[in-house]
């Protein structure tokens, strides 16, 4: 069993910077992916970022690319989300997952999800 607590979230004004993080705790780690999704009203979850928790591989789509950085510390066994230069579409709440192989953007890859933390944007 594994167990993700997301924080860091607020309300920050468009081009600001915020740096989420998820602790996970329970089974180790190595074997295992973690990602960030985010989810807006009335819209999908949406992936935004992935890293591979055995050699720090990490992947974006383009939505978020050059923008948002995702890292993790083996020690303290927690990931990190670096948001630069936010804008208003970047509102949503924010969720880390952890999971085994699959296709990296899909929801059900991922078999561990954290319960979010709201992120605001005000332009």
């Known amino acids: 069993q594994v167990q993700l607590v997301e924080s860091g979230g607020g309300l920050v004004q468009a081009g600001d910077s915020l740096r989420l993080s998820c602790a996970a705790s329970g089974r180790t780690f190595n074997a295992y992916r973690l990602a960030w999704f985010r989810q807006a009203p009335g819209k999908e979850r949406e992936f935004v970022a992935t890293?591979?928790?055995?050699?720090?591989?990490?992947y974006y789509p383009d939505s978020v690319k050059g923008r948002f950085t995702i890292s993790r510390d083996n020690v303290e066994n927690t990931s990190y989300l670096q948001m630069n230069s936010l804008n208003p579409e970047d509102t949503a709440v924010y969720y880390c997952?952890?999971?085994?192989?699959?296709?990296?953007?899909?929801?059900?890859?991922?078999?561990?999800w954290g319960r979010g933390t709201q992120v605001t944007v005000s332009s």
């Open positions: 997952a952890a999971g085994w192989g699959g296709p990296v953007g899909l929801t059900s890859t991922y078999n561990y």
């Open positions: 890293i591979r928790w055995s050699d720090g591989y990490a």
